[in-house]
């Protein structure tokens, strides 16, 4: 059993939460994931790594209220405790030789890019972050980016409550175009990794993106994270979660994410109608 030692709320459906995982969070590195089941009986949910502390035991991870397991973990508390917490699983982020770099983080992807573009500062490489979200209250971390030894910090809200107003590709193209990038990654919704991969290889610009695509066992045995990468079928879980931006089919990408939509709400919907947590 791991417990929860703390625990926020960073928006109305967006929650960070902290687990004492000692043994997991020694081997952490920036860019991996992990995979809770929050009962014996429960759904297998992976999470990526928001923050670690290999000497005080301790993992942090930011997650949206949107389904069944999402929703019950929503209600844990301080003190209560998770039956299974497994990893780190995936490929880390390489960070090394990178030379300058554009990080766009979107929404909760802003949670992947925080120890990544951490670790790619403390690699040496310039770091640029592009921080996109809906609206101001939906903006996450920015105290955090703040507080980097980055080149600059770049906030953009699709309707122009803070920063930039506009989609995060604007503030990457123009990266580009200057030739003041190396390198981008691009970390959050499918669609916004799409089309940051497109800005950038438009420019020349390498794009490296983090994939989330559906998984259960995270070991590579199920095969249900497959994704298409240059037209070779490679496991978002073994061999990811990091892939070539330009490579990836990201039409099948979310034609496979949304297989299971109308199942997943109505797990929830039951999961609600018996929990009275709401009322």
Not at 81 to 88: E, K, R, S
Not at 202 to 215: K, Q, R, Y
Not at 221 to 243: A, E, L
Not at 244 to 261: I, K, T
Request: proline share 4%; with cysteine; aromatic share 8%.
């Amino acid at each position: 059993m791991f417990e929860i030692i703390d625990k926020r709320q960073l928006s109305e459906a967006v929650f960070e939460m902290g687990v004492l995982a000692p043994r997991v969070a020694r081997k952490i590195r920036a860019g991996q994931f992990f995979i809770i089941r929050t009962t014996e009986n429960g759904e297998r949910v992976p999470f990526t790594f928001s923050d670690w502390s290999a000497e005080e035991g301790w993992i942090r991870f930011i997650f949206m209220r949107v389904g069944k397991t999402t929703h019950e973990i929503s209600h844990f508390e301080v003190g209560d405790t998770i039956a299974d917490v497994v990893g780190p699983l995936g490929v880390p982020t390489h960070v090394e030789d990178l030379g300058r770099i554009a990080i766009i983080g979107g929404g909760v992807g802003a949670a992947v890019a925080y120890p990544v573009a951490r670790a790619m500062a403390a690699a040496g490489n310039p770091v640029t972050v592009v921080l996109g979200a809906r609206n101001e209250d939906l903006l996450i971390l920015r105290e955090e980016f703040e507080a980097l030894p980055l080149e600059r910090l770049l906030i953009v809200t699709d309707d122009g409550s803070v920063g930039e107003k506009g989609l995060v590709t604007a503030p990457l193209k123009r990266l580009a175009e200057a030739g003041e990038i190396d390198h981008a990654m691009a970390i959050g919704p499918a669609i916004m990794m799409k089309f940051c991969a497109a800005t950038a290889k438009e420019h020349g610009v390498p794009c490296t993106v983090s994939l989330n695509p559906i998984m259960v066992d995270g070991t590579g045995m199920c095969g249900s994270c497959r994704v298409s990468v240059g037209g070779v079928t490679r496991f978002g879980c073994v061999d990811g979660p990091d892939f070539d931006g330009w490579e990836v089919d990201f039409e099948e990408l979310m034609s496979r994410q949304r297989v299971y939509v109308d199942d997943e709400r109505a797990a929830d919907a039951e999961y609600s109608r018996g929990c009275s947590c709401d009322l």
